[in-house]
DNA sequence: CACAATTGCATGAAAAGTTATGAATCAGGA
DNA sequence: TCCTGATTCATAACTTTTCATGCAATTGTG
């Protein structure tokens, strides 16, 4: 066992230092919505990337297997979307994860471009827990709001992303 | 000039591809705050990543230098917290900055461990319009919403990073 | 003051990610 | 059918990031 780090804040599995607080008042960043949001993802998952980690789970595979517990036998390009991974990228973690037994690629029989990722049973067993320790440490975050306050989050948060993806879909000016 | 993608989605300058749509309904990531956090950021940022890189910067070198603009003389580990990134990689991100000339190290002369970063004049111009770029962009994702539900959005984000902060802080459980 | 512990940053080696491209397959006319 | 263009995925070459560690400076302790 690991000597344990010294006094170290929590969410720092990777060495990553989480601020202790953000950048200074009256700054550019600090009003940023893009800032924002970056920061919110770093800071909220911090933690939980840490116990992922601590499992031996990398970040990237963690996040491909929880999508394929949700939603088995996707395509390499939807899954990739659905992982906010670039598609060279997801096909490596796809390698990794077949290499070790949680994965399988199949080819599609209709469409012979297309592979279809599966998650294995070994996979599932590995992955369900990592669900279970998602979910507790979504409670842990969670537990100073009211169920309606989350609600509020999460709809706001829904509502910016389809408002993303309809300006990212608008034809590219000229 | 490189011959322009065909047909491609805005937000793809680095080849990501930004979602269609999210993950289903009913699925574990789709109701799961930190994937709502990281999609949110993510296609929220896809458009502006793209720009910026089409300048012919890249995006860790943007958030560094922007962070730059708003305060300048950050030492190395406070600037990495600023801009969400651990020790070694800003150092590495700012090795390349300053052999662009856009950054200088200077060392502190209280405390002769630290490190100050400092952008200089090249720096400054170089990222000024970036900045630019950042703020048209940000004024056009938020041209469908009043400005008080924009005041509102980031008050909460605010708020879910001063928690998490909070959490990250307290003493491991263990 | 001497010494151990800590802090701040850099760095080498290994791992992972990105970009550009290619091969295979499919789809839509002429 | 034959050809052109588009789509899907993999991969090679290159770049970046990560992990572990090392060195130097500072702080705390007896």
Redesign the pocket.
């Known amino acids: 066992m690991p000597p344990k780090r010294?006094?170290a804040r929590r969410g720092d599995?990777?060495?990553?230092t989480v601020p202790l607080q953000g950048p200074p008042e009256g700054a550019f960043v600090a009003g940023y919505m893009a800032y924002l949001l970056a920061q919110a993802s770093h800071v909220y998952s911090a933690e939980i990337h840490a116990r992922i980690?601590q499992t031996g789970c990398?970040?990237?595979e963690w996040r491909v297997l929880a999508c394929l517990v949700d939603v088995d036998g996707l395509?390499?390009?939807?899954l990739?979307e659905m992982a906010l991974?670039?598609?060279?990228?997801?096909?490596?973690?796809?390698?990794?994860l077949a290499a070790q037994g949680l994965i399988e690629?199949r080819g599609?029989t209709?469409?012979?471009?297309?592979?279809?990722v599966h998650i294995t049973p070994a996979g599932r067993a590995h992955a369900v827990p990592l669900v279970e320790i998602a979910k507790a440490h979504e409670a842990e975050m969670l537990a100073g709001y009211r169920p309606e306050e989350i609600e509020t989050i999460k709809v706001m948060l829904r509502d910016l992303i389809r408002r993303s993806l309809a300006s990212n879909e608008v034809s590219p000016e000229e």
């Open positions: 010294a006094r599995a990777d060495g990553m980690k990398g970040i990237a395509s390499v390009s939807r990739a991974f670039n598609q060279p990228r997801l096909s490596k973690v796809l390698d990794r690629r599609d209709d469409d012979r471009r297309r592979v279809r």
